[in-house]
């Protein structure tokens, strides 16, 4: 089993910044890709930035250049940080991670959820 636990978010103006945090815990022999997906009111989840466990990233089109993902394998976690927030970003934000356990078994793990608010 996995736990996700994320840390962040919280309420920003527009062109403001915010970071968010991910932790892997568990009986983890190794977490391939990690990411950030979000999901505004109405909408379906969509894509924010992942990462693989080699540091090749990947970014959706909207967040290109605001955005950045990184993660730290020894602590099995992942950061997004997100500068030039704008309204639009307004929404949860999940954590995800493929996850190899010691037991070799995998699975895809998602987080908790934290709400990013972007408002004036």
């Known amino acids: 089993q996995v736990q996700l636990v994320e840390s962040g978010g919280g309420l920003v103006q527009p062109g403001g910044s915010l970071s968010l945090s991910c932790a892997a815990s568990?009986?983890?022999?190794?977490?391939?890709?990690m990411g950030w997906y979000r999901q505004a009111p109405g909408k379906q989840r969509e894509l924010v930035a992942q990462?693989?466990?080699?540091?090749?990233?990947n970014y959706a089109d909207s967040v290109k250049g605001r955005f950045t993902i990184s993660r730290d394998n020894a602590k099995n976690t992942v950061y997004l940080q997100m500068n030039s927030l704008e309204p639009e970003d307004t929404a949860v934000y999940y954590c995800h991670a493929h996850v190899v356990f010691v037991s070799r078994s995998q699975v895809d793990s998602w987080g908790q959820g934290t709400q990013v608010t972007v408002s004036s």
């Open positions: 990462i693989t466990s080699g540091g090749y990233t």
């Open positions: 568990g009986s983890i022999l190794q977490i391939d890709d």
